[in-house]
């Protein structure tokens, strides 16, 4: 497949992948830059065409999957927020008439830190397999190698 495939494709479906570690340095560059790179090339390569595809499609999975994990990991959140304004003393309540009396004797602080340690591990794995599998993607798109996101739902089709 090297053969039939020009050095500039091949960079170019690379950029692609690299370019989606550009949300560290610009907010949703992530999905910015590779589909302005997309879309400036996917009429005249069809190897840019199915590259770009796929660096949006495993953005936009990732996206989903890390707000839905926000989402779930809310209400254990909202579980031990009382705890977090109680600190064991009258001083909060009592300072200038200002009164938050908030019942802590249904939250618990120690079992709620449980479901959120696994929300973070989670979202920490995400990143992990967000960068391992970009590098490996920009990696095979310059060898000329096609590349398939795992846990990438087809957006773009």
Do not use: C
Not at 48 to 61: C, H, R, T, W
Not at 83 to 96: K, M, P, Q
Not at 115 to 130: D, K, R, S, Y
């Amino acid at each position: 497949m090297t053969d039939t495939l020009s050095k500039h494709e091949r960079n170019l479906s690379a950029i692609i992948h690299a370019s989606t570690f550009s949300k560290f340095f610009i907010p949703f560059g992530n999905f910015i830059i590779p589909l302005v790179l997309w879309t400036a090339n996917k009429k005249d390569y069809e190897f840019v065409d199915y590259n770009g595809k796929q660096a949006l499609n495993f953005q936009i999975s990732l996206l989903l999957y890390s707000v839905l994990l926000g989402i779930i990991s809310i209400p254990f959140f909202i579980g031990f927020l009382p705890d977090i304004f109680d600190f064991g003393f009258d001083g909060l309540n009592t300072f200038n008439n200002f009164n938050i009396n908030i019942d802590s004797d249904d939250f618990r602080f120690g079992w709620w830190w449980f479901p959120i340690g696994i929300a973070g591990l989670l979202q920490g794995a995400l990143f992990i397999v967000n960068v391992v599998y970009t590098i490996l993607a920009t990696i095979r798109t310059n060898e000329g190698q096609t590349f398939e996101y795992p846990f990438s739902i087809k957006f773009i089709k």
